[in-house]
């Protein structure tokens, strides 16, 4: 399975735990403002942060030219200050469903810091947890749907 790992950054948290990811995964890491080519991609984690709450407008730019013949399904990793302020509705979401791009239902959001507030964000402990995220989702990709929700009954 071919996974890969974009991500857009301003104050380099979202490169933080994109390369987490990367490494636990052994995937492919490449920030959008190389603008990298992908092809034959199985999941594609995309990776940034939430300013003003609102997306990295790189990241929503850098979506607009990916298709479905690129990427199969995405799943949506985003750093933010602040936890309540983020849209419940996310663009990227709709942008991605409309080029028929399957889009993980769950998104982590991992606590960021911009300038003075949440200093010390994300820590050891938020980039962990991104990186669990990701094996569960690069888990239910490879196992199934079925599988994986068997195999989380099993264990409850």
């Known amino acids: 399975m071919n996974i890969q790992v974009v991500y857009g950054t301003i104050s380099g948290h979202s490169r933080k735990i994109a390369k987490a990811i990367a490494d636990a995964l052994n995937a492919g890491c490449e920030d ?9 991609v199985d999941l594609l984690f995309v990776i940034g942060g ?7 407008e790189k990241i929503v730019a850098y979506m607009e030219n990916i298709n479905a013949n690129q990427v199969k399904k995405v799943a949506l990793i985003r750093s933010a ?19 028929q791009i399957e889009v993980e239902k769950e998104e982590y959001t991992c606590r960021g810091s911009f300038l003075f507030m ?10 962990e947890k991104a990186v669990q995220f990701a094996k569960r989702v ?11 929700q068997a195999f989380t009954e099993y264990l409850k």
């Open 81 to 99: 200050v602040s936890q309540t302020a983020i849209q419940k509705e996310n663009p990227l979401v709709e942008l991605l469903q409309k080029k």
């Open 32 to 40: 959008i403002k190389n603008n990298p080519m992908l092809t034959g």
């Open 138 to 148: 690069a888990a239910s990709k490879m196992i199934g749907p079925k599988i994986q």
């Open 50 to 56: 939430v300013y003003g709450s609102k997306y990295n």
């Open 118 to 127: 949440g200093c010390g964000h994300p820590n050891k402990a938020e980039i």
